[in-house]
């Protein structure tokens, strides 16, 4: 199974600008689709974007778009999720996701390897 490790959360101020990681172990990382999710305190685990194995193809929840970017680097395993104009409201653990397949989802259930999770808060 693929292992998963974010980075690079942290205390922001409102109207800022965040980069967080994702760096894949143990499997072809080019095989799969990826994604953040993000859970903030007493709510469920929403989508945030996703991107194809070829990073061609991306999927944004509407509440990001214009907002964040994923990318991915495969020379480097990597995912990245870039975060500008943040908001009190984009405060949550942000975790990455990994799904074996061609198609890129949203669904939470659609991928089977996860990662820990990285804070980010922001602040007004």
């Known amino acids: 199974q693929i292992q998963l490790s974010e980075s690079g959360g942290g205390l922001m101020q409102a109207g800022g600008s965040l980069r967080i990681s994702c760096a894949a172990s143990g499997r072809t990382f080019s095989n799969y689709v990826m994604a953040w999710f993000r859970q903030a305190p007493g709510k469920e685990r929403e989508f945030v974007a996703a991107i194809s194995r070829d990073g061609i193809d991306t999927s944004y929840t509407d509440s990001v778009k214009g907002r964040f970017t994923i990318s991915r680097d495969n020379a480097k395993d990597t995912v990245y999720l870039h975060m500008n104009a943040l908001k009190p409201g984009d405060t949550a653990a942000y975790y990455c996701?990994?799904?074996?397949?061609?198609?890129?989802?949203?669904?939470?259930?659609?991928?089977?390897?996860w990662g820990q999770g990285t804070q980010v808060t922001v602040s007004s």
């Open positions: 996701a990994a799904r074996l397949g061609i198609s890129v989802l949203s669904s939470p259930s659609a991928y089977n390897s």
